[in-house]
């Protein structure tokens, strides 16, 4: 897609900033405070990890969920992310390390005979993420590292889109969603429908459609780049990654 407010990405240097790092506030000492936090990151992470966790550590479907589990659990209860230096690279490689740790002590104490405590139980849906598992291409399974961002960027998407959808339904625009979906998200194979094809679809004006997409995508845009607001813990790394995932470019500021 190109050209201004049809282009999902685009160039635009103005961020959004009233959505807080969940990256920092879940070292915060305010109990309620951090607990909604890494709620937010075990949303954004625990599908990525598990995916992880299964070809990383050649851990079998059970054996990855406790470990996932038991991860995104005991962070609840400890002050793992406040060791957290984003001058020292970006909050999801520190995750992954954090999450190797994990593994390699959870591995090490079942070796010497040593069970772990009755962590809290998450609701995740497991089965779809080792349905998604099952579809990855060879080419992941040798490189673990991009794997794990590629499945950290889908997930983050994924979330933009649920809360597209969960937009669309309460301002009374399911249409609008509905084009994004068949336009952008689900194409028909071989090619997007054309405009016109939407329009006489939905019975809508051709230039309906395109204000409708427009706004969609504009919405999407502003979704992702929430969601990258709560899960960097720094602007620098904000930025970065906002370009990576949307290819916006943006004035650097002046001194």
Known sequence: MAGGDTEIGGRDDRFPSTRMSAVREAASG????????????????????????????????????????GFFAGALGRATFARYDAGKGSFRTFLRHCLDDHVRDQRDAQRAGKRGGGAAVLSLDFAGAEAELAHLEPRDREDLDACFQREWVRQVFALAVDALRDLCAAQGKQGHFELFRRYDLEPDPGAPPSYAALAAAAGLPVTQVT?????????????????????????????????????????????
């Not at 109990?31 to 992470?45: H, K, N, S, V």
């Not at 992880?52 to 079998?60: G, H, M, N, Q």
């Not at 845009?221 to 906002?242: C, I, Q, W, Y």
Request: aromatic letters at 10%; hydrophobic letters at 40%.
């Open 30 to 69: 305010d109990e309620a405070c951090r607990q909604r936090a890494i709620g937010t990151l075990i949303a954004a992470y625990w599908k990525p990890a598990y995916k992880y966790v299964r070809l990383r550590w050649k851990a079998d479907n059970e054996q990855a969920k406790d470990l996932v589990q």
């Open 211 to 255: 204000n409708h997409l427009a706004w969609a995508r504009r919405e999407f845009r502003r979704l992702v780049l929430d969601r990258l607001r709560e899960l960097t813990g720094s602007e620098a790394e904000f930025r970065e990654e906002a370009r990576a995932l949307l290819g916006i470019t943006f004035e650097e500021p002046r001194p």
